[in-house]
T-cell receptor, first 114, second 114 residues
Framework: AQTVTQSQPEMSVQEAETVTLSCTYD???????LFWYKQPPSRQMILVIR??????QNATENRFSVNFQKAAKSFSLKISDSQLGDAAMYFC???????????FGKGTRLSVIA | DVKVTQSSRYLVKRTGEKVFLECVQD?????MFWYRQDPGLGLRLIYF???????EKGDIPEGYSVSREKKERFSLILESASTNQTSMYLC?????????????FGPGTRLTVT
């Protein structure tokens, strides 16, 4: 079974600085998707960024980018120019080929210090 | 915009009560999911459904059942609530038509069983 590991339960970053959240996963499949979701305090979980495994280019969404290392099975999230609104729980998730449920990591709580 | 709504944000029930958590999505999604979220454990899949009247067990189905009589509605049922079912419950939906099958989440129901 696939597993997703987020080794950093909590992290903090100074406002305007850059922070990287780690995620590793275990799979024997070659075709899959990876996601980062954000859950602000008392608010709805939303998708931050997605990466298709067949794409070598790392996904980018504004201040959010990923470092996808397929051979190492690593999928880290980089947040540049951190803002107070970035404070949230961040979940890494994996989906294999076909219509299968997501597998989530346990999350990383990010604090942003003004 | 995809909208996933859940019937209650907060719910307090007594041990032994039958509890219904309702989820409705407005995007004609085939797939619907129920998760529970606990600190340090991340999101754990309880049940999911790929179509009306279909259901599949997730990782932690014990003590729960589900119902999907209409495509837009997916109900989670706690037949006899217990204190260890105190948790945040998240509903999600996704298209089953291919692509990344990105999941869209509801705001969550925080259930307390006393």
């Amino acid at each position: 079974a696939q597993t997703v590991t987020q080794s950093q339960p909590e992290m903090s970053v100074q406002e305007a600085e850059t922070v990287t959240l780690s995620c590793t996963y275990d799979t024997s499949e070659s075709d899959y998707y990876l996601f980062w979701y954000k859950q602000p305090p008392s608010r709805q979980m939303i998708l931050v960024i997605r990466q298709e495994a067949y794409k070598q280019q790392n996904a980018t969404e504004n201040r959010f980018s990923v470092n996808f290392q397929k051979a190492a099975k690593s999928f880290s999230l980089k947040i540049s120019d951190s803002q107070l609104g970035d404070a949230a729980m961040y979940f890494c998730a994996y989906r294999g080929s076909g219509n299968t449920p997501l597998v989530f990591g346990k999350g990383t709580r990010l604090s942003v210090i003004a | 915009d995809v909208k996933v709504t859940q019937s209650s944000r907060y719910l307090v029930k007594r041990t032994g009560e039958k509890v219904f958590l309702e989820c409705v999505q407005d995007m004609d999604h085939e797939n619907m999911f129920w998760y529970r979220q606990d600190p340090g454990l991340g999101l754990r899949l309880i049940y999911f459904s790929y179509d009306v009247k279909m259901k599949e067990k997730g990782d932690i189905p014990e003590g729960y059942s589900v119902s999907r009589e209409k495509k837009e509605r997916f109900s989670l049922i706690l037949e006899s609530a217990s204190t260890n079912q105190t948790s945040m419950y998240l509903c999600a939906s996704s298209s089953g038509a291919g692509g990344s099958y990105e999941q869209y989440f509801g705001p969550g129901t925080r259930l307390t069983v006393t």
